[in-house]
């Protein structure tokens, strides 16, 4: 029986496993979305609700315990600032798993681990006849 069996290993030693998932929760708060393999998502989501959920509370304590984990500042800043107002209202549940099918290689199973209420990407400018992209119009300076 597997009681009590914390997280998986991964195939990783144990500093590689925790500086991987380290890494990979501090890329998903820095571009709100990333792509691995199901069982990398699941470890990293878990890791990811927790420094949110420390980011809602505040406090120099707090912003400690996030620097364990997430060694950018901008990032951090990010947490303590942004995702704390977005996700003020919400009792959990900030991230999501969207499945992608199978990688070609070796054909694991691929996931799309990004945050909820995430704003949505900006469209690419329309093409003219010519084929180029229509050139975007600069501020007026006044």
Not at 17 to 28: I, P, W
Not at 109 to 123: F, G, I, K, S, Y
């Amino acid at each position: 029986m597997r009681h009590k069996v914390g997280q998986r290993k991964l195939h990783r030693t144990t500093s590689h496993r925790l500086a991987m998932l380290n890494n990979m929760v501090t890329s998903l708060l820095e571009h709100q979305a990333i792509r691995t393999t199901v069982p990398k998502a699941k470890e990293a989501r878990k890791i990811a609700e927790r420094i949110i959920t420390l980011g809602k509370k505040g406090g120099l304590s707090n912003v400690r315990l996030a620097a364990r984990t997430v060694k950018n500042r901008e990032v951090l800043q990010k947490v303590f600032g942004e995702y704390k107002e977005r996700y003020a209202n919400r009792p959990g549940g900030y991230t999501r798993m969207i499945r992608l099918g199978f990688r070609r290689g070796d054909a694991a199973e691929m996931v799309l681990l990004e945050l909820v209420d995430r704003p949505a990407t900006q469209p690419a400018p329309a093409a003219t006849e010519g084929g180029e992209a229509a050139p975007a119009e600069a501020p007026k300076a006044e």
